[in-house]
């Protein structure tokens, strides 16, 4: 990891360019036809084994929706990575913040369970603002190592201090009005549609703040090169604190909008957490839309894998495709070969 005091010098595998302002990497088509033929590959031989298109259909429309969620949860992750070099191993504990924020709200306050969201993506930005800069800048150019344990550190803290304040009872948030409907000729809940559209919504805003904004060409010129960045007037330390911040803010928005469809607990964040990182590594770490892919993948692959792979848990056919990434493909999708 760099620091505004070393020159961190860029390769055309670096992912953090992804967007640079200088030059627009390729789409790597190959992996990616590739990927869509294996999509369509698992689909027939979902009906193949289960004999109904219905419940494929059924399958296929899940997969979708939990996917964007889980791609707006990575991308917070990538970008923070992308930018700052941390491997934050507290995003999930984020999300669980932003759950009990949410049900909090909506039990005492009574305000819609979406609505929400604008109390807990500002809140959470500032969190995560906070915590950038009184515990993670000390660490900025330090060892992998020192930066994995304060993340990790920061995940245990925030976990043991909801068991210790709010206990470990399952708690649940539950959607006014919420309803099966038609689509597709499948059926889904209104939670699952509202969380899935909100999370396509936030995702694009994030993107369109990335390449349209001035802060957002601050932030890719820091992910470029963070002492060039300096050079040219930009402040590196506020942009590794806004970006952490936007990163969380990431995570506070996915807890918010998973909220209805999760029981929630003190721990809930962590298989979320580890999702997102192998969401993070299938679209190319750093890469804010191979991590919105990838969340689609994943959540298909999930639901696909409960067809393929009945007696075994949903996990079981993501670790597999996780494994057979880093065999095959270990800069992901969207990353190139160094």
């Not at 999760?262 to 993070?280: Q, Y």
Request: charge should be positive; aromatic fraction near 8%; glycine fraction near 12%.
């Amino acid at each position: 990891m760099s620091h505004p005091s070393e020159t961190r010098q860029t390769s055309p595998s670096d992912p953090a360019q992804a967007g640079a302002p200088r030059t627009r990497r390729p789409v790597p088509w190959l992996p990616v036809l590739t990927t869509v033929a294996l999509v369509v590959a698992a689909v027939a031989l979902a009906f193949v084994r289960s004999g109904s298109g219905a419940v494929v259909t059924q399958a296929v429309l899940a997969g979708v929706l939990i996917g964007g969620i889980y791609g707006l949860l990575a991308m917070g992750l990538t970008l923070i990575f992308g930018v700052l070099d941390i491997v934050n191993f507290a995003h999930g504990a984020f999300l669980t913040v932003a759950l009990f924020l949410t049900f909090w709200l909506v039990q005492s306050l009574g305000l819609h369970p979406y609505l929400a969201l604008g109390v807990t993506v500002p809140a959470m930005f500032l969190i995560g603002f906070g915590v950038q800069r009184g515990v993670l800048s000390g660490a900025m150019g330090k060892p992998l190592q020192n930066q994995l344990l304060i993340t990790l550190g920061i995940a245990l803290v925030i976990e043991n201090a909801l068991l210790m304040f709010v206990g470990a009872n399952p708690r649940s948030v539950a959607l006014p009005g919420d309803q099966g409907v038609q689509v597709l000729g499948a059926v889904a809940e209104l939670s699952n549609l509202f969380a899935f559209v909100g999370s396509l919504l936030l995702a694009g805003g994030l993107f369109l703040l990335l390449q349209r904004t001035r802060l957002g060409t601050a932030i890719r010129a820091v992910a470029a090169n963070d002492v060039g960045a300096q050079m040219v007037g930009i402040d590196v330390r506020r942009i590794y604190a806004l970006t952490f911040a936007l990163g969380t803010a990431c995570a506070g928005a996915a807890g918010t909008l998973v909220a209805p469809l999760v029981t929630i607990e003190p721990t809930t964040g962590s298989l979320f957490n580890i999702l997102a990182f192998v969401i993070v590594v299938l679209g190319s770490m750093g890469n804010v839309v191979g991590a919105l892919v990838g969340g689609l993948i994943i959540g298909l692959t999930e639901q696909l894998g409960t067809l393929l792979l009945p007696s075994q848990s949903p996990q079981l056919s993501v670790f597999i495709v996780f494994v057979l990434v880093l065999f095959l493909r270990p800069q992901g999708l969207f990353g190139r070969s160094a």
